[in-house]
């Protein structure tokens, strides 16, 4: 079984800001984590991806991930946060034995201000 | 530049119409998804197919109807919806279902409205 949890439905922070969104997971077996970015009218696009290896993960737009075993978190950060960032965000947990059904958290609106 | 090809991208259809989704990857993938989407939710897995076969049906009603012509191609069909039907409906795919990370690749999206 898994599930994901996304603390804060909403964050807004202004222009150069660092951004945190946060990600909890549950997984019976090791993890696949994930972050997905959703634009407006748009389809959902791979922001990074932890598998295995470094826990310490960077993905497109100055974004990263660090995977916390100990913690089962999974949180995503921006140094510094552009009006391009505005977008849903959706966590993700899949695994080696159900890689078919990825389970997807409740997604978090982020909001820049200028 | 999406790598899913979705058409079409908008989709306006009454009760008792009859019409179809489709979905394109060229990316060699053996696993395509679809997904239904309401405003502000995550993505619901409707369908998986795995080697053109039906592997996962998350107790879709009828009136949605998958079709996997080949490896490259998904279709859904859709017959009789109802006004709550109208959503985004997302398909994606992968590199296989089983021994994959489960990274999913996702089209644009169609929005379909019910009348």
């Known amino acids: 079984a898994q599930s994901v949890t996304q603390l804060g439905s909403h964050v807004s922070v202004s222009e150069g800001a660092l951004v945190l969104l946060r990600c909890n997971y549950s997984?019976?077996?090791?993890?696949?984590l994930f972050w997905y970015v959703q634009y407006p009218n748009q389809g959902l696009q791979l922001l990074l991806k932890y598998t295995t290896g470094a826990t310490l993960v960077k993905g497109i737009n100055g974004f990263e991930a660090e995977f916390k075993k100990s913690e089962t978190s999974f949180h995503l950060t921006n140094p510094s946060a552009h009006m391009s960032d505005a977008a849903e965000y959706f966590c993700a947990v899949s695994s080696n034995t159900n890689a078919g059904k990825s389970t997807f958290g409740d997604g978090t609106t982020l909001t820049v201000k200028p | 530049d999406t790598e899913v090809t979705q058409t079409p991208k908008h989709l306006v259809m009454g009760m008792t119409n009859k019409k179809s989704l489709k979905c394109e990857q060229h990316?060699?993938?053996?696993?395509m998804y679809w997904y239904k989407q309401k405003a502000k939710k995550p993505p619901e897995l409707m369908f998986v197919y795995s080697y053109e076969k039906l592997s996962i049906n998350e107790s879709v009603p009828s009136r949605f109807s998958p079709e996997c012509p080949n490896s490259s191609l998904l279709n859904l069909h859709l017959h009789a919806l109802q006004p709550e039907d109208s959503a985004l409906y997302l398909c994606?795919?992968?590199?296989?279902?089983?021994?994959?990370?489960?990274?999913?690749?996702f089209g644009e999206g169609s929005r379909l409205t019910v009348l």
């Open positions: 990316m060699g993938h053996r696993a």
């Open positions: 997984s019976s077996v090791p993890p696949y």
């Open positions: 994606a795919s992968s590199q296989e279902v089983t021994a994959s990370t489960g990274e999913l690749f």
